[in-house]
């Protein structure tokens, strides 16, 4: 997930006395005609029968890419026309392992919204905002710190891999054990009742379940506060770095979202196939091959027949490289071009009317939990 840091929604830190829906602006017109298509088996999460109250972050530390496009910003969009999404670009989150350098998580979250938006994530449906323009994040952090046992954060699969994974970083603060405690605040303020995560996040999903089980009982027996979130696992495919290994900036290995034309032939031309076909006619072995996995990723009914061809010495790896030039370009051109139109202002602006939108609900959610705990705001006049 994911980083505060341009003006403030309104300049000032303090807690609104009320958010009120009349307060929402309607920003000048502001569409996002998307016209990229992909296989469908990407599109696995819309819930046909019942709304969800959905929340999901994203850490801005960087652009995203193509497999931040096919594992995330795909099923945004699959979400958002179904449910009511909540989609967070999380700076606070950011700053627990980038707290050196907020400057660059600045940035990193306009960029990241303009991505966002030429995907097809859509301003008009779904609540796009900042964590750090909502501070009742952090007044629900702080209320439930109060309630949550130590043990429950340190035992955190993901604290302890993070930790070892992040070594030769400080990361022995207060802010990067309560990470998962941020996360479980993100949700609740929402009382959102699915997240969509990955399998390596599902252990937050469910301290976060715990928590709501705990603060209910312990203040609101009756008439629980916080529903139980559920998980939506993403079957999100698996998308491979130029080199084979897991795609990440920091290994120079991935195709951004935003890849001009002689970026994404440098990507594809440099990518890792079967060391051992030379010539066209070598018979090849696609199962290592990286151009073949995106082959297959795009255009997964043409595999059998990639594969048969590559097997048998009947095509050459500069042709088959070109031809996944093509479909990566097909998909990513619409995206580009989108987001050439799309400024800063613009990024700005829909971060600006989402925290309003966001502060609406979760102003509400921060009272009655302060309620439940027998603390009561003094109105200031
Ligand atoms: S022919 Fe295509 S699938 Fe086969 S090794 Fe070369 S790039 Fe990979």
Redesign the pocket.
């Known amino acids: 997930m994911g980083n505060g840091i341009w003006e403030t929604l309104n300049g000032r830190n303090e807690i609104p006395q009320s958010v009120k829906r009349k307060e929402i602006k309607t920003l000048p017109a502001f569409r996002f005609p998307i016209s990229y298509t992909l296989p469908s088996t990407f599109y696995s999460m819309t819930n046909k029968h019942s709304k969800e109250r959905i929340l999901s972050g994203m850490r801005p530390t960087g652009n995203l890419h193509i497999g931040h496009l096919l594992g995330v910003l795909e099923n945004y969009r699959a979400l958002q026309n179904a449910n009511d999404c909540f989609f967070m670009v999380a700076d606070i989150h950011a700053l627990t392992t980038e707290y050196e350098r907020p400057d660059a998580i600045q940035a990193a979250s306009v960029e990241m919204v303009k991505d966002w938006l030429a995907s097809g994530i859509n301003p008009d449906v779904a609540v796009i905002f900042r964590q750090s323009d909502v501070p009742e994040h952090a007044q629900l952090h702080l209320l439930l710190s109060m309630i949550t046992p130590l043990g429950w954060l340190e035992r955190c699969p993901s604290y302890k891999e993070q930790l070892r994974e992040l070594n030769g970083r400080e990361l022995h603060t207060y802010g990067f054990l309560g990470y998962p405690l941020l996360q479980a605040a993100d949700i609740l303020v929402y009382k959102a009742t699915a997240v969509p995560v990955g399998e390596d996040q599902l252990p937050h999903i469910e301290l976060t379940r715990e928590l709501a089980r705990r603060f209910n009982s312990l203040y609101s027996p009756t008439r629980p506060v916080f529903p139980e979130p559920k998980s939506l696992v993403t079957q999100s495919p698996k998308v491979p770095g130029t080199d084979a290994r897991k795609m990440s900036k920091s290994y120079d290995n991935a195709i951004n979202i935003g890849a001009g034309p002689a970026e994404l032939k440098k990507r594809v031309n440099s990518m890792f ?2 060391p051992v ?1 030379i010539k066209i006619d070598d018979k ?1 072995h ?1 199962e290592g ?1 990286v ?2 996995a995106f082959c297959k990723l795009l255009k997964p009914d043409g595999a059998a027949s ?1 594969e048969a061809l ?1 097997r048998s010495g009947a ?3 500069v042709a ?2 070109k031809e996944l030039l093509e479909l990566l370009d097909g998909l990513l051109s619409p995206i580009r071009e989108e987001r050439k139109k799309i400024k800063d202002s613009d990024a700005l602006a829909v971060l600006a009317d989402g925290a309003l939108k966001a502060r609406q609900e979760a102003s509400v959610v921060v009272e009655e939990t302060k309620k439940a705990m027998g603390l009561f705001t003094a109105s200031i006049s």
């Open positions: 196939t079967d076909k090849g696609p091959c151009a073949f990639r590559c095509i050459g790896c088959c490289k």
